[in-house]
Every structure is written in C-alpha cells, then in structure tokens.
C-alpha cells in the first residue's frame, strides 16, 4: 500500500536556527497537509496546501512557517527561527481525489527538538 | 467547523467488543464522519469513514444515527495491540480546497489482558 513518507525521523536544531522537514506524499494526491503534536497534547493543525497554493492555515502557522512543493514529489515545511516551543512532532498528510471525502494518510512524522 | 466531543479514557479487557462514541451536535449536511487510530510517536492511521446509517471494514463498524449528532466506532474482540489513542473527525474535506480536518482530544482506549 502506498505511504507517506517522511525524512528525517528526527532532527536537533538549536534556537534560531532554521529548519526544513521533508514529506513526500503518495504520489497521485493532490491535497497536502501539516499537522503537529507536542508531546502528549492532542494533533493540531497547521496549514493545508492544494493546486500550489495554501488553502488553510492555523494560528500556529505564522510568519516563521513555509510550505513549498518544490517539485512534482516533494512537500517541505520550513521554519526559519526555531523556537524552543516548536518542539514536536511533525506530521505530513495528504488525501486523494478519487472520491468526494477520501481521508487522510498520515507519515510516520518528524521529530523536531530545539535545544 | 464541527466540534466533536468523546470520553477522555476507556479501559477494556481481551476479546471485548469496545464502543467508543463521539458526539459532534453542529454536524454540517456535508460532512463526513472519520475516525483514526494513533499509536505513540506514531502518524494518525485511518480506521474507518461514513456518512450514515453503518459502515463495516475488516479492522470495525462505524454506526451512525439517523440525526448524524453522533457516532460509535465498534471494536470486535479487542488485542492488546488495540491500546492507542482513537480520534473522531468531522468534515467534507472540501472538493477543490485542501479545508482542514481538525483533532479533538481523542479517547485513550487502554486494552488488558
């Protein structure tokens, strides 16, 4: 069954410092998603992504954020100063158009820990 | 966006039939009913979707109201390897937008031997 795929598993980064996550999402899906979980708390969103355009983003997702699909595989998320409360796991989604509400395919996420 | 509503914590024992309920009262007539399964340091997995009356699969059943207010995942005969963290969604995903499908708090569904 095809998967979701994210690089790297886990990844330290001290405060400031700028990082990119990697998702490389089934490959003919079309919508692409952000999640993130603080350890413990519950999956919050952060933005969605469609036709090479944000179409959603949360309160979360500001200024320090990014997505891109830089190529016809890849879907990135970037924060540019870390902070130590950026520290969770991360997690790419993304969603099919075979049927009207197909759902959610979730990688296994990355680890971010800001130091 | 539909709120949804389910209870915290459930504790079952092996070979149980489990039914978590969720409760989501401002359901909209486009929305579909989506529960996912979380195991720690783990991405949420899909279960089981449906829009009314009962849906089945091989993994659970998903019995849904005729007001749609709410809904209850059915577990056969639950495992030990059933223990995670169950989440009921509620949207329509949004045919040409990408809308966000939001996570409540999940029900910690805790299996014994």
């Known amino acids: 069954e095809p998967e979701v795929t994210q690089t790297p598993s886990h990844q330290v980064t001290q405060m400031g410092q700028e990082v990119i996550l990697r998702c490389v999402p089934i490959?003919?899906?079309?919508?692409f998603y952000w999640y993130r979980q603080i350890l413990g708390q519950k999956v919050e969103f952060l933005v969605s992504f469609y036709n090479n355009e944000i179409s959603e983003k949360s309160e979360i997702f500001d200024d320090q954020f990014s997505v891109e699909r830089p190529d016809g595989s890849n879907f990135t998320l970037k924060i540019r100063s870390t902070k130590l409360e950026d520290s969770a796991m991360y997690f790419c989604?993304?969603?099919?158009?075979?049927?009207?509400?197909?759902?959610?395919?979730f990688g296994n996420g990355t680890r971010l820990t800001v130091t | 966006l539909a709120k949804t509503t389910q209870p915290i914590s459930m504790d079952s024992y092996e070979g149980q039939e489990v039914n978590i309920t969720c409760s989501h009262n401002?359901?909209?007539?486009?929305?579909?009913i989506t529960w996912y399964q979380q195991f720690p340091s783990q991405g949420p997995r899909f279960i089981i979707q449906?829009?009314?009356t009962k849906v089945t699969n091989e993994v659970a059943s998903l019995f849904i109201p005729a007001d749609r207010k709410s809904s209850t995942l059915s577990l056969p005969r639950v495992s030990l390897s059933d223990t995670a963290v169950y989440y009921c969604?509620?949207?329509?995903?949004?045919?040409?937008?990408?809308?966000?499908?939001?996570f409540g708090s999940g029900t910690q569904l805790t299996v014994l031997p």
């Open positions: 401002n359901i909209a007539t486009n929305d579909y």
């Open positions: 969604l509620v949207g329509d995903g949004g045919a040409g937008s990408a809308r966000q499908l939001t």
């Open positions: 490959s003919n899906h079309l919508y």
């Open positions: 449906g829009y009314k």
């Open positions: 989604a993304s969603k099919g158009t075979g049927s009207y509400n197909s759902p959610l395919h």
